[in-house]
């Protein structure tokens, strides 16, 4: 009599290929948004690794954040970016000036900072996992941003309004 091989299928198993997968355009994208040399591309592959972050709130469970991620930094953060690139009249073919500067320090910076965070991760999440089960609602959330968090919520809608500002003044040379 032969054993049967009985294969027990794991609700997990996609959910960490699918993450896996969202990574790896993550870091592709991330990595292609600091070696491009036309500023455009570099605000699209922005696009996608923002894309992947609102993919993996999805993923955990946290619908309501993904779609805030959506909303307000890939329809409002990055059309103020292409907004900043168009009026601030900023080339827009390759710069080879931009490529060939300290290029050697900026990826000695970019491995240092690489190697803390992954530390200070470690080092604060060392045990922990992350539990689904406790499902934050759009009441939760709109009470922690608007009552907890109003200061900082402030300050990031006064400093964009402060940017677009910015560069309408730079655009408009009266």
Do not use: C, W
């Not at 900072?113 to 992350?130: E, K, N, P, R």
């Amino acid at each position: 009599m032969t054993d049967a091989v009985i294969l027990a299928y794991d609700p997990e198993v996609p959910r960490q290929i699918a993450f896996f997968l969202i990574a790896a355009v993550m870091v592709f994208s991330a990595f292609r948004v600091v070696t491009t040399k036309n500023v455009v591309h570099a605000a699209l592959y922005l696009v996608l690794v923002l894309a992947g972050v609102a993919a993996q709130f999805i993923l955990l469970g946290a619908e309501f954040v993904g779609v805030t991620q959506v909303l307000v930094y890939i329809g409002a953060v990055i059309v103020l970016f292409l907004f900043g690139i168009m009026l601030t009249r900023a080339e827009l073919g390759d710069d080879e000036s931009v490529a060939t500067e300290r290029r050697g320090m900026a990826a000695l910076t970019g491995v240092l900072l690489f190697g803390v965070m992954t530390y200070a991760v470690v080092d604060v999440f060392d045990d922990q996992t992350i539990d689904r089960t406790e499902a934050s609602t759009t009441g939760q959330i709109g009470d922690a941003i608007f009552k907890e968090y109003i200061i900082p919520f402030e300050a990031v809608s006064v400093l964009l309004l402060a940017a677009l500002i910015g560069a309408i003044v730079i655009a408009r040379k009266d």
